[in-house]
């Protein structure tokens, strides 16, 4: 009986340390709540990663920024400190620039336009480029189309917009494309942004809904305008050696695993996009929701020849044409 137990103790140390030895953690993060459209993303890629590996490999989650925002993650997975993330494409062009095109601003249509491109050739052959700077991307997600607001005045025109001090992402794009606007643009990473809100040392930001409502940023800031003027993608980031040292089936796994995370984060950025906005007002904020797009676009002309320039009109007109 004694020797029975102890023999069948020893096995299962022995399974449980086998287990443990062949186990591999990886950390990915995200600078949002984990209530949200990227929490539900890198939750359902850390289940589908351990799911189709067999638990061999297992992904620890981090959210609200914990290991650092945006930026300083993608450093991290360059490096190898950090093995994933999950980021908007906010910082993505210090690093490869030639993604520098997807934050031009009215370039989408709508969402299914983003997705299709972002799925197709022109997405596809983007997260190629990420191969020779250390990175393994595996998969577009997103965060949606980015509205303002802001805690000085209800926004329905451009010229509301000359002289709000906003933050911004630390995008050159989006940077050109503000002050084209007018606004007084203040470059931070995304945790410090709730609390420049409060302290007003910015008068505003712009975000999707899924991370206005995620953040709280409602209490806040009273003005919400619809401007869509961006679409905001996002990715999912692997450190490429950490990626080229899986064999060829878990290769698959990840790749499957962040269409799964991809997959579910669009399905939530649609359901916050259609409650949002009831929520928001409930809340207390005022939401212009009509406003006339068209002098927006206008009002961004001169950047927009700029961008032409920078990016080549024939390149952008594929984005804006393909379907
Ligand atoms: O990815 O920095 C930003 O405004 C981003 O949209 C946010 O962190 C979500």
Redesign the pocket.
Known sequence: MQLTKLVLGLGLATGLMTTALAQTTMRIS???AQNSH?GVAIDTFAKEVEKRTGGRYKVQTFYNGALG??RESIEAVQLGTQELAF??T?PVPNFVPETKILDVPFLFRDKAHARAVLDGPIGQDLLSKFDAKGFKALAWAE?GF?HMTNSKRDVREPADLKGLKM?T?ENPVHIAAYKGFGIITTPM??PE?FTALQQGTVDG????LP?IIS?KFDQVQKHLSLTGHVY?P?IFLMNKAAFDKLSAQDKQAFLDAAKEGAKVNRARVDEDDAKGVADLRAKGMTVIDDLDKSKFVAALAPVNAQFEKEFGKANLDKIRNYK
Do not use: K
């Open positions: 995200i600078s949002v990227q925002g945006e980021s908007s906010g965060n980015r933050r992402m990473a995304f942004v930001q712009e975000n999707p991370v953040a905001s996002c």
